[in-house]
């Protein structure tokens, strides 16, 4: 198969969740602990560093993986979902994956994913896993997919797990309120493994704790212990959090050699190191253009109170967003006092845009629909003048159409 007949097999033959949502989620770990039997155990070939959370365990991810590359380590990274092309879940040192490892991992083990009826996210963690161990990575920074007990990527046994934060997303997966949520991502913590919290949410302390006792390990709350600030190449004032976050992780990791320079370009240098794209992505100025893959309630909060700290004449919003997403949560939190380009995200679990239309209007949002994410962003751009403000998000899937 070609590259594209490859991912075109991956992404229809079998369940995907970013795609089709609950219905493709198995909350199962014996078919990746098979199929990594199979592949001769890669998970415990290298070191690595777990990163779960409701919002910034990608950015976390992608910060320790451009500290540890500044310190001269040969470091996996892998991420999901991807904005435009498959290979940037797997990276080695800020390189993508090559389409002909892609291509070679699955025509030599087509007929056992096939017989074995694997998930898409479990081929794919299968495969980097694979590539990180044939590759001999020194440490690989591993982000859960969904919730963490129950998620694929959770048979590593990690040099330090990291919980960025808990908020209340995929509720129909992972529980209804935030302790019953703290606890699925609690499950990665691993016997004698340090977890580091990167923010403080005094209602799940406890859960925390309570699991890291049964695991005779310990909590270390980075708000707490991390006091140093430092510049970052990924814009966003959330993105103090997710440091101090990431600064207590590396602490906690004895091994490797980390000094204040490699942090400090690290943070600085993290686009360039790994390639993250849609973290208050600036696409253009005059007018200025941002995009952001926050999607609910707690991250576009912090999205929407950064917008307000912006200099601009009128707000122009282009918005998509999936079906399942709570929006008589997330609806009110947009500003009354802006234009809204609305469009459905060009995959199956796309929120139709005659749904989405009626939800705005009932939360006094003024806007249109398109037929698509592109025309959605043009006709804001015609509607805008260079000192107003254009923001594109509501999905990661919305930005994947504009970056």
């Known amino acids: 198969m070609t590259y594209k007949e490859t991912l075109d097999w991956m992404f229809s033959r079998l369940p995907m969740y970013q795609q089709k949502g609950k219905s493709a989620y198995n909350g199962k770990l014996e078919p990746i602990k098979k199929f990594a039997a199979f592949l001769d155990h890669p998970e415990n070939k290298f070191k690595s560093i777990h ?11 992608h910060m320790l993986a451009s500290i540890l590359q500044e310190a001269g380590y040969h470091v996996g990274l892998y991420t999901s979902p991807h904005l435009k092309d498959y290979r940037e879940r797997i990276k080695i040192s800020g390189q993508p994956i090559s389409e002909s490892a892609v291509i070679e991992f699955i025509s030599d083990n087509k007929w056992f994913l096939e017989e074995n009826e694997l998930s898409f996210f ?24 969904l919730g963490g007990r129950l998620d694929s990527t959770n048979i590593i046994t990690p040099e330090v797990s990291l919980i960025t934060n ?21 499950g990665i913590i691993k016997e004698g493994v340090p977890v580091v919290i990167s923010e403080r949410q005094d209602e799940l302390v406890g859960t925390f704790k309570s699991v890291a006792n049964s695991k005779n390990t310990t909590v270390v709350l980075a708000e707490r212990t991390v006091i140093a600030e430092y510049k970052t190449g990924l814009l966003g004032d959330y993105q103090k959090k997710n440091m101090k976050g990431v600064i207590a992780t590396l602490r906690e990791l004895r091994e490797f050699k980390i000094n204040e320079a490699h942090i400090k370009e690290g943070f600085l240098n993290v686009i360039t190191n790994t390639g993250i794209l849609g973290r208050w992505q600036i696409l253009q100025e005059n007018p200025k253009v941002v995009c952001d893959t926050a ?13 307000q ?4 004449d009128k707000l122009h919003m282009v918005l998509g967003f999936v ?3 709570d929006l008589e949560a997330i609806l009110p939190l947009f500003p009354k006092k802006a234009s809204y380009y609305l469009a459905k995200p060009n995959i199956p679990r796309g929120l139709e845009v005659e749904k989405l239309l009626e939800k705005t209007r009932g939360f006094g949002l003024t806007g249109e629909s398109f037929d698509s994410v592109k025309n959605a962003l043009e006709s804001a751009l015609q509607a805008s003048k260079k000192d107003d403000f254009v923001f594109v998000g509501g999905s990661t899937f919305t930005v994947a159409e504009v970056v």
């Open 51 to 61: 990163v779960a959370g409701t919002n910034g365990k990608g950015s976390s991810s």
């Open 309 to 312: 700290k912006q200099d601009y």
């Open 122 to 145: 479990e081929m794919s963690v299968g495969l980097a896993f694979d590539y990180f161990a044939n590759q001999n990575v020194d440490i690989a920074i591993i982000e859960v997919g």
């Open 323 to 325: 079906k399942d997403k």
């Open 295 to 307: 999607h609910n309630t707690e991250g576009l909060r912090l999205v929407l109170d950064q917008i």
């Open 166 to 186: 808990i908020g209340l997303d995929h509720v129909d997966i992972l529980g209804k309120t935030l302790k019953e949520i703290a606890f699925e991502k609690a």
